[in-house]
Structure formats: structure tokens, C-alpha cells
């Protein structure tokens, strides 16, 4: 055999058994092993959100908060079991929803390429879809090989999810501790831009803030007047509020033009505003093309977060259990 069909034969064996074992994220990972993965994705993805607009930010919240603990590995999906309360039920992930959508891709990825495709790349795939549905083009790229972790701890998720309550200095050290800058934490903020709030989550800014009776300072008196119609007492826990008033199921970067305005409901927008980097930065996002950008970088370091590649971790048959 001569040097030439070596390397061709040699050639082939990496692209199959890469699709399998490959060392880290790449493009177009299943492009042999499952072809048809990303538009499989894609179709059912979008035909959901036609249906339900409100899922985009659904997507970003569920891959934000996998990533953020124990990186991107679909931990967040697992179910808790009689002996082990999981992600899904932590506080912070109580609201999470889209799980149905990702069964249903993983059901029809199952039929076509049994064992392939990842839950973790899977949540990766359905959030860009999801958010790229009204532009009708993909707004990023996803790269694809993560596999599926097998621990799932609802502890875990309070340790590390950021807290809409956290301070500038807090949210920087979370961001850091998974290797994210100031940049992506700004960036990401832009989320935000769809999506709604849970009045408990932010109802602290509008009654007694500093024990006489007060809101919080940095947030706009007449906005805060407004969401006291809406959240009526410290205790409601059910009400919700958009997040970018007149503009939470359009993704844009109007999110930044309303920060700037003292209109960020949460105290984790607000401290945006209190370090001079990040404000900057919020100036610069007043462009939308700048935002749009600068947001694909941000998902795509974020979805590479700790993820688990190789012969690490599993492909799991159904996303909501770890194989037996």
C-alpha cells in the first residue's frame, strides 16, 4: 500500500472516529457520525418558537445556567432521583423551562443517529436556533463535541449561578471563576433584552431598600413608581415583569439604552452601572452591530465553559437521566 491510500485511509479513521472521540469542540462535529444533527435542531426548534415567542429566553437562561455549573454538560436536564436533589430543582432553576423541546429533539436525533448527539450540544444548538428564529439566519456559531456530564447537584447550582442580587465585585469573581471577563459579563447582561422578571427577584429595590421606607437610589423613580403597580408586596412571588420594557420578545441591544436610563430591574443590572470598564462597555453595546458581535464572541466562550470531550462523560439516551 502506498503512502498516499495510508494517508487517505488514515484521513478517514480520524473524521469517523473523531466525530466520536474528538479532543475538543469543533465545527460541524457530526457533519459524518449525524449529518442531518444541526438541521434536526433547528426544524424543531423553530417550530416551537413560532408557536411560543417567549422561548428564546427560556434557551439562554437554561444553557447560561448549565454552563455556570459544572460547565456545558446538560446537568442542568437531569432529574432529581430519591436520593439526590438535582440542578432542575435548585431555586434559581425552578423557573427554567424549554425541557419538553429538548426531549423532542433528542427523541427525533435519537430515531436518526442513535448515541450521537449530545444533550449538552443539543442546549448549545436549540439556544442559538431559538434566538436566531426571528433574524432567519444563524446569529452565531456553534461549536459542537461537548458530552454529557453525570452529576447533577442542586447545591451546586446555588454556589455558582449568579445571583440577581450580587454587587459588580461579586458578579466579576463569578464570571472569573469560569474564565470570563468583564467584557462577557457586560456583554451577556444584554440577555436581558427578552425575557421577563419574577417581582420577588427585584421587589426589594422598590419598598424599604435602606430600612426607611425607600427605593433603591439607583434605580429610576418614575420606572420604579410603575413596577410598584405590578409588584404590590415583598411577598409576591408569582407576578412577573419584562425585563426591557415594550421590547422583551425582540432580541436587540435596546437593553443597554434602557441600563443607561436607570432601568435595569435587577441589582445585578444596576452594578453594571457602578465600575467605569463596564460602563464603557455599556456605551459601546448602544450599537447594535457592536452588541451582535460582541455577543456571538461571548456565547461561544461561554458554551466552552469546562465542557467534557473525548471519551469524557457520556452520550445519554434520554436527556432527563443518565444512562443505566
Known sequence: MDNLNIFFIS?????????????????????????????????????HVASKNSLPAKFIR?????????????????DSTSNNTAEKDAIPNKSLEGFDV??????????????????????????????????????WEVLTGRRDGTISHASEALA???????NFTTLKQSFANKSLTVQDLVVLSGAHTIGVGHCNFFSNRLYNFTGKGDADPSLNSTYAAT????????SDNTTTVEMDPGSSL??????????????????????????KGASNIIDEMVSAGKFFTEFSQSMKRMGAID????????IRKKCNVVNS
Not at 62 to 77: A, E, K, Q, T
Not at 160 to 166: A, M, Q, Y
Open 11 to 47: 484521513l478517514l479513521v480520524f473524521l469517523v472516529l473523531g466525530s466520536c472521540n474528538g479532543g475538543e469542540l469543533r465545527k460541524s462535529f457530526y457533519r459524518i457520525s449525524c449529518p442531518e444533527a444541526e438541521n434536526i435542531v433547528r426544524n424543531v426548534t423553530w417550530k
Open 160 to 166: 455558582n449561578i449568579p445571583s440577581p442580587f450580587f
Open 62 to 78: 437554561m444553557h447560561f445556567h448549565d454552563c455556570f455549573v459544572r460547565g456545558c454538560d446538560g446537568s442542568v436536564l437531569l
Open 102 to 139: 429538548i426531549d423532542e429533539i433528542k427523541s427525533q436525533l435519537e430515531k436518526t443517529c442513535p448515541g450521537v448527539v449530545s444533550c449538552a450540544d443539543i442546549v448549545a444548538l436549540a439556544t442559538r436556533d431559538s434566538v436566531s428564529f426571528q433574524f432567519n439566519r444563524s446569529m
Open 250 to 275: 425582540t432580541f436587540d441591544n435596546h437593553y443597554f439604552s434602557i441600563l443607561k436610563q436607570q432601568q435595569g430591574i435587577f441589582q445585578s443590572d444596576a452594578a453594571l452601572l457602578t465600575n
Open 307 to 314: 465542557v467534557l470531550t473525548g471519551t469524557a462523560g457520556e
Open 227 to 234: 413596577l410598584r403597580t405590578k409588584c404590590q408586596s415583598l
